[in-house]
């Protein structure tokens, strides 16, 4: 007999009404990926969610994808696989077009190997010895629901807040900023802006200017991606750090990657691995942004404890100082039990916690 990979829908309910500028999400379809033999009890865990108008594996007929993927992997007939095969094997068995399924693939194959306990890593994270800091996540909504959102991140504990810009209406979102920085200095509470590709082009750089009094950290997207000399333009003229998000879909090889960093010049990236094909892709990118005195930060996308854990753990895998955005635990009604625990601003790991 030979390793087996199998797969079955999770429907997560959200606890309340996401917003952000592409909509109002209240449920995501993830898939989790298994990993199983028939001469072990290990069970790897995986799993590839595609987001909606974003991912680029979001496409009619998912099911179908995994079926083929599930079949060409089992028609392998590998018996055996060890830690350092994995991203050999994943490039094999998922085309590039697919990153979410990369993703999955890869976490569960190094949950089975690690054990099936969902060990994803082994570091000082995954061994509980260190927690991660992270920044607390405001979802856009009524003025009054973020401002709620906004009281519950600082009674929690977090120094580093994230907030969703671009579709409220840019006075309450600058009142909102304002009603921070009266309370709190920058040294005191961190404020990171998320625009997601919303503000249009030639309000870009004007909109830039008036964030900049409320001493924001950095800005996620503030334009669309692919606009090229436009972007880098908005880079090189904003008050504001600007991190690239979705301009880094789709971008798989060494050559595009460091292109991209050449023609932009961004001072930080965020990356999430279920949109840009795994730990892999991600590590390239790191390095590729070390070697330019780039700043990043992992992010996840949506994903349930699975996928997050094993973002988790990554991100135990490096010293970044930075708060890295890991703060969606608590997103679902239904979520599936994992060892993280966030508290204080933070994200940590309790080893052999049931699973």
């Known amino acids: 007999m030979s390793l087996q990979l199998s797969y079955q829908p999770h429907l997560l309910q959200f606890r309340f009404e996401a917003g952000t500028s592409r909509g109002v999400l209240t449920e995501k379809l993830t898939w989790i990926l298994r990993i199983t033999h028939s ?21 009619p007929g998912f099911a179908e994808v995994l079926d083929r993927i599930c079949r060409d992997f089992n028609a392998r007939h590998l018996d055996t696989i060890e830690a350092d095969d994995v991203g050999r094997v994943v490039e094999e068995a998922v085309p590039v077009r697919y990153p979410s ?36 996540l405001v979802w856009m909504g009524t003025p009054e629901f973020m401002r709620e959102q906004l009281e519950a991140k600082l009674l929690d504990g977090y120094t580093t807040i994230k907030i969703k810009v671009g579709a409220i209406g840019f006075g309450e979102e600058c009142r909102l900023l304002a009603s921070v920085r009266e309370r709190f200095t920058k040294d005191e509470i961190g404020l990171r802006l998320d625009a997601n590709g919303a503000f249009p082009l030639d309000q ?30 908005i880079i090189a003229e904003s008050p504001i750090d600007v991190a690239l998000d979705e301009e880094l879909i789709g971008i798989w090889t060494r050559d595009e990657k460091r292109r991209l960093l ?52 990554f991100a ?6 930075l708060p890295q955005g890991l703060g969606t635990g608590q997103l679902y009604h239904n ?21």
Not at 39 to 59: A, I, N, Y
Not at 111 to 117: A, I, K, L, M
Not at 210 to 228: M, N, R, W, Y
Request: aromatic fraction near 8%; charged fraction near 25%; glycine fraction near 12%.
């Open 39 to 59: 001469r072990r009890t290990v069970r790897g865990l995986g799993e590839c969610g595609p987001l909606k108008g974003l991912s680029r594996d979001d496409l």
């Open 101 to 136: 399924v990369r993703f999955g693939l890869e976490t569960a194959l190094l949950d089975y190997v690690n054990g099936g306990s969902r060990i994803i890593f082994r570091n000082d994270f995954s061994g509980g010895k260190r927690a991660i800091p992270m920044n607390g």
């Open 204 to 233: 870009a750089l004007p909109r830039l200017e008036t964030l900049a009094q409320f001493d924001i950290h950095s800005i996620e997207q503030p334009v669309k991606p692919g606009c090229g000399a436009d972007m880098a333009r």
């Open 262 to 313: 050449d023609l932009l010049r961004p001072r930080y990236l965020i990356l999430k691995p279920t949109l840009l094909g795994g730990f892999g892709q991600c590590r390239e990118w790191i390095a590729l942004a070390e070697e330019a005195g780039i700043g990043w930060w992992l992010t996840s996308a949506l994903e349930s404890n699975i996928g997050l854990n094993a973002i988790a753990q």
């Open 316 to 321: 135990g895998e490096f010293e970044s100082p």
């Open 335 to 355: 979520n599936i039990p994992s060892g993280l625990k966030a508290e204080a601003g933070h994200i940590r790991y309790v080893p052999d916690q049931p699973v």
